[in-house]
């Protein structure tokens, strides 16, 4: 069954995030995905995430569809215009790619082409009308199309710090899905309560919620993202749970698998992020007994 009847059916959905190579060696990619092929039932391919130069999601997309594993492409507003966008969308969904989602972008001052010049033609908001509009047979400038894409669109909910900052995060989410967003990745989630709390508010958005199970992967990594990634509401006993252990890798992993089968009860799906661990995510999904 395709992710688009899953999430229609709503069917609990899996979904594993995995980098494009920084280079034309597509074996480490190709292995990680042909490890979990049958097991998720898609795998998002981020588009020069932290603006950090790498092979393009479509090009990932692509090798996913050889392997016959169904793909997510993330679409940016930062590197490309309003053509370039709609014929990239165009292509990929010529090339077998009909899940999309549209992702806020990060800036250049933080990635490894510094001096690239952005483009931000459109806003998520206006990308995601621009893609409905493809799906219903005109373009951005209000041409006919020879033939009309079928896309499931997807956007994002950016990590908030308060209360405050959630509102605001959810009347952007509302906006984007009354643009045409048809299901919602959320910020990771490290305490299953402190999300149950939030999809109390996000579940009148009206389309699926799929929360991010974000590998932390050491101790390290979890004290930073504490301290500087207040809205991650990671405790100092899970802190504590990974310091303790013997095996700290592995009881990270089990950290993830556990979530993973707490949210299976309170959302529609789990997107699991690894960065740089892929080769890791069979064993998440065997702790998460999927």
Not at 94 to 108: D, F, R
């Amino acid at each position: 069954m395709s992710f688009q009847k899953r999430l229609s059916s709503g069917e609990f959905v899996v979904l594993a995030e995995m980098d494009t190579p920084k280079g034309v060696d597509i074996s480490n990619l190709v292995t990680n995905a042909r490890r979990i092929k049958g097991r998720v039932d898609a795998v998002i391919i981020p588009d020069m995430d932290n603006g950090v130069m790498r092979m393009s999601s479509m090009g990932g997309g692509v090798l996913m569809h050889q392997q016959g594993m169904e793909s997510i492409i993330h679409v940016y507003c930062r590197d490309r215009n309003r053509m370039a966008l709609q014929g990239d969308i165009l292509a990929a969904h010529v090339l077998g790619i009909q899940n999309l989602i549209v992702v806020h972008s990060e800036e250049m001052v933080k990635g490894d082409h510094r001096d690239a010049k952005t483009v931000n033609d459109l806003d998520e908001i206006a990308l995601i009308k621009g893609i409905k509009s493809l799906q219903d047979g005109v373009d951005m400038a209000g041409f006919e199309l020879n033939g009309s894409p079928k896309i499931t669109i997807g956007c994002t909910i950016s990590p908030y710090a308060d209360e405050e900052a959630l509102d605001k995060e959810l009347e952007l989410a509302r906006k984007k899905v009354e643009a045409g967003a048809q299901f919602i990745i959320s910020p990771s989630v490290f305490d299953s309560k402190h999300f149950s709390s939030f999809m109390g508010k996000a579940k009148t958005l009206g389309v699926p919620i799929i929360p991010t199970v974000f590998l932390l992967k050491s101790v390290g990594i979890a004290r930073y993202m504490a301290t500087y990634e207040p809205g991650a509401h990671i405790s100092e006993d899970l802190i504590k749970r990974i310091r303790k252990s013997p095996d700290r890798e592995m009881e990270c992993i089990r950290i993830a698998g556990e979530m993973i089968a707490e949210l299976k009860g309170l959302a529609q799906g789990v997107k699991i992020q690894t960065l740089g661990w892929e080769h890791r995510l069979p064993a998440i999904l065997d702790h998460a007994g999927m």
